[in-house]
């Protein structure tokens, strides 16, 4: 299969590497129908020795953290639901030892990767849906481990921004949230 692979001086090179086999228990094959580059790769590529930071071994060489595809082929401790269903993937949300990124063909990740999509949209639109997301989680878990009792959130009207908006006033956590228009401040009040 093809996967977009980091050579050891970091420049992308496309190569042939061999594909998945079948998935061990709780895993699943994912033909990969878009792969996004998010700031995380980017800062991983850049930096040189960042990426002995990266959760999970860089098998191949293959990196990326978050794509959507289908569900070609299911193991053990897997719902049969989720064969030929089209997910959201963020290698983040589980703990890996030996995967590859998300850049490539076929991937084969934990189910607990995958969020499954509504059937009537297109893959191609969440490839990097989760990212916000998850992202904004971890760091309002880190604000209340570390006794922080509100955030600040500088880019309010981003995705970002909106994203934390929400989970920091479930949390009851205050916020103030900085805005550059009328209009973004009144989307932020209503969400």
Request: charged content about 15%; glycine content about 10%.
């Amino acid at each position: 299969m093809k996967a977009l692979c980091v050579t050891e001086n970091r420049a992308l090179e496309l190569r042939d590497i061999q594909s998945p086999s079948s998935p061990p228990p709780g895993y699943v094959n994912v033909k990969i129908t878009a792969a996004a580059i998010n700031h995380g790769d980017i800062t991983f590529f850049k930096l040189q020795g960042a990426a002995s930071l990266a959760t999970g071994a860089r098998l191949e060489s293959v990196w990326g953290a978050s794509a959507a595809g289908t569900v070609t082929e299911i193991s053990a401790n897997v719902p049969s639901s989720s064969l030929g269903r089209k997910v959201a993937i963020y290698r983040g949300l589980a703990a890996v030892s030996d995967s590859l990124g998300l850049w490539c063909e076929t991937a084969q990740i934990p189910y607990g990767a995958c969020l499954l999509l509504p059937d009537h949209v297109d893959a191609k639109d969440y490839s990097g849906s989760l990212v916000n997301v998850v992202t904004d989680y971890a760091f309002l878990e880190t604000a209340a481990a570390e006794g922080h009792h509100g955030v600040v959130v500088t880019a309010g009207g981003s995705a970002t921004g909106r994203a934390i908006a929400v989970l920091a006033r479930r949390r009851g956590m205050p916020i103030l949230t900085i805005v550059r228009s009328d209009r973004a401040k009144g989307e932020i009040q209503q969400l």
